[in-house]
């Protein structure tokens, strides 16, 4: 047989071995029911709020299928695969160390490596799986009549796929580190979560020194997938986590490897290098239909004429107007000006100017109280002498309100609690049952 | 005698406690060695150094004159049996065979029969008693026709007949290879083996084939019990574990 082939077979090994293991089972079924939920209450209270848009056209333009839909069946998703997933996954690893079978490599015609790969396979067959689970949702939704932006929803999916990728690479990284499958546990779900505590810790004062770390959190840059903004540098930090968090897991699953503590850290002193890199990229793009997260066209064309800007902010980054601000403005400033500086005034200059945004453009600068789109945009129409035109008063994006009809409530209850599950336990019945052998040499 | 392996100034501790003293010794191909000592004299760090799943502090390992610096390099001669495997629970005999057939590309349908593995195909691993589950890894251990298979305790579950059994396939295999065996069983040990490592606190206190050791340690003819007694025992006399 083939090197190809035998690879193969390993990869096979370890990706039914996985498929047909209780935990796996378990949590796909979980993850089947919560999806199911998530999405029954989504569309519920989408449904519910369509009613009052159907008859104002301008309350309409705020319905929009990924946010008002997907992002909360999503979130199903995401609470179970991050606290459940690592228990299935460490399997990979912690089984062949609890058997002693890790030794049968020494019997394999590859490398330790292969086999480690085979097991990131695996485990990628694995999330890919459990993603799976929210397609239903997405047919149902058509089925109901629903509209599905194509760009958004694949953008959704892929953000989705590449926090698995790191869940798994925490996973498999705890694994390799511990003997013991519920330590490997525990510290995957602890480097989860702090990879999320990062984010809401800022949001305290006394942690106000997470500020810069926040932007690095997990959770923070899954949203830009769930906001429709598809940012090369969010891709990349999510890629390069894992691959970091991978490539520990193969040099501690590697029990004959020397040097691990030199190793670990020139890949931490790589990843660094690399984090500064990807900090420099500022290449995000709206994928939405209704460029929600951008400025209107004469807007657009306007900013794209000015030279840098810099904006110092004169409130404490927690402060309720500089979190509207950011996520109201800045953020779609950064789409189009990339080159912007954003400057947080420090505690002793706060003191006097507390409230203000002072806005430059080259030697100009000019201070506002205000933090509206159009008290800025008068601000910089001053500063730069440049004069911004109308925009046509079309409405070009009008919205997907709609209200569900008819048995929905029964469809979705019927796919996702019976059917799913039910498929769910026939794979595993067929995995698990193997033909009772009978003379093999 | 042609050597394969050889090895020089091994030193191993873990966390700072020495598993092996500066261990010295060469083994010879188509003969099977045994290494013997009490708990914890360091005979399992020595067969993992052999199979290159550990890796010495200081010292070299030479198997066939070429010096083993990675797992990779150590796979090329050497087959493994830990003491410690306990092989997939949840598989059938012929599903595990056919994927370690599969992946691995050794099927040696003559040490297959030998041990009558055609006995338990339908069984799960989980169904078996210690013995079958001991012939099993014993399979996998010879099924690969490398230089040498590192056999840790794989005398553990079997009884006597079977030893004979047993005894006689690896006298057989050993035409073509050589066998590092840890083995604690010292009775069984003086039927298998051609020569000896007595191992103790992480050091060779002996070495040699039984004939050797009889008369250097045991005047009065006694087995390889009394020659390891012996030994191990310091100036005062006094048993040094």
């Known amino acids: 047989m083939q090197l190809k082939m035998k690879r193969g077979k390993l990869i096979g090994k370890e990706t039914k071995d996985i498929l047909r293991s209780k935990a796996g089972f378990i949590l796909l079924v979980l993850l089947s029911l919560l999806i199911g939920y998530s999405f029954y209450m989504a569309v519920d209270l989408y449904s519910k709020a369509s009613l009052a848009a159907l008859r104002d056209p301008l309350y309409a333009t705020g319905f929009e299928p990924v946010p008002g839909v997907f992002v909360p069946t999503f979130g199903g998703f995401f609470v179970l695969f991050s606290l459940l997933a690592p228990f299935v996954l460490i399997k990979l690893i912690t089984d062949e160390k609890k058997y002693g079978t890790f030794y049968l490599i020494a019997q394999y015609p590859f490398s330790i490596y292969r086999v480690f790969l085979s097991k990131v396979i695996a485990g990628i067959f694995f999330l890919l799986v459990s993603l799976s689970l929210l397609l239903p949702s997405f047919i149902y939704w058509r089925f109901l009549g629903g509209h599905i932006p194509d760009c958004e929803s694949v953008l959704l999916l892929m953000g989705y796929f590449l926090y698995g990728l790191f869940v798994l690479s925490v996973s498999l990284f705890s694994a390799s580190l511990f003997e013991e499958s519920a330590q490997a546990a525990i510290f995957s779900l602890f480097v989860i979560i702090l990879s999320w505590f990062i984010d809401f810790g800022k949001d305290m004062h006394l942690l106000a020194f997470l500020e810069p770390l926040s932007a690095w959190s997990i959770t923070r840059n899954l949203k830009f997938f769930e906001e429709g903004i598809f940012s090369l540098k969010v891709v990349l930090y999510f890629l390069g986590l894992s691959l970091l968090f991978t490539y520990l897991a193969s040099v501690f699953f590697d029990a004959g490897i020397r040097r691990k503590s030199g190793r670990t850290v020139v890949s931490l002193v790589v990843f660094l290098l690399f984090m500064f890199l990807i900090a420099h990229i500022n290449y995000n793009f709206d994928l939405t239909e209704s460029h929600r997260n951008s400025f209107s066209p004469a807007k657009t064309a306007f900013l794209k004429k000015l030279p840098e800007i810099r904006i110092k902010i004169y409130l404490d980054p927690t402060d309720s107007r500089a979190k509207d601000f950011e996520n109201d403005f800045l953020k779609r400033l950064r789409l189009i000006k990339r080159d912007v500086k954003i400057e947080y005034a420090g505690s002793k200059e706060l003191e006097k100017n507390y409230g203000f945004f002072v806005y430059s453009l080259g030697h100009r600068s000019m201070k506002t109280y205000s933090n509206s789109e159009e008290e800025i945009f008068m601000v910089l129409q001053d500063l730069s002498g440049l004069k911004l035109k109308e925009d046509k008063k079309e409405m070009s994006f009008r919205g997907y309100p709609l209200v569900a009809k008819g048995k929905w409530k029964l469809g979705v209850l019927f796919v996702y609690v019976v059917l799913l599950p039910i498929t769910l336990m026939l794979v595993y019945i067929l995995l698990n049952r193997t033909r009772r052998g009978g003379e093999y040499v | ?241």
């Open chain 2, 1 to 241: 005698m042609e050597y394969i392996i050889e090895i020089k100034d091994i030193i191993k501790s873990y966390n700072g406690i020495k598993a092996l003293y500066g261990v010295s010794t060469q083994i010879p191909d188509n003969c099977i060695t045994c290494i013997i000592g009490p708990n914890g004299a360091g005979k399992s760090t020595f067969l993992k150094i052999i199979t290159g799943f550990e890796f010495p502090d200081s010292g070299v390992v030479f198997i066939k004159g070429r010096r083993i610096e990675s797992f990779k390099d150590a796979k090329e001669f050497v087959s493994f049996m830990p003491e410690k495997m306990t092989l997939y629970p949840d598989y059938y005999v012929f599903e595990f065979l056919s994927f370690f057939h599969d992946v691995t590309g050794y099927r040696n349908k003559s040490i297959l029969e030998f041990l009558k593995l055609n006995k338990i195909y339908s069984k799960r691993m989980k169904e078996l008693s210690k013995g079958w589950h001991q012939r099993l890894k014993l399979y996998i251990a010879l099924a690969p026709r490398r230089a040498i298979s590192v056999l840790d305790e794989p005398f553990e579950g079997f009884d006597p007949l079977k030893m004979m059994e047993i005894e006689s396939l690896l006298k057989d295999e050993a035409k073509n290879r050589a066998f590092v065996l840890s083995i604690h069983q010292l009775n069984y040990a003086e039927k298998i083996c051609d020569r000896y490592i007595l191992l103790s606190s992480g050091r060779i206190v002996a070495e040699g084939t039984l004939r050797e050791l009889k008369e250097r340690y045991s005047p009065n003819k006694g087995g390889i019990e009394d020659i390891f007694v012996n030994a191990i025992k310091n100036e005062e006399g006094q048993i040094d574990w």
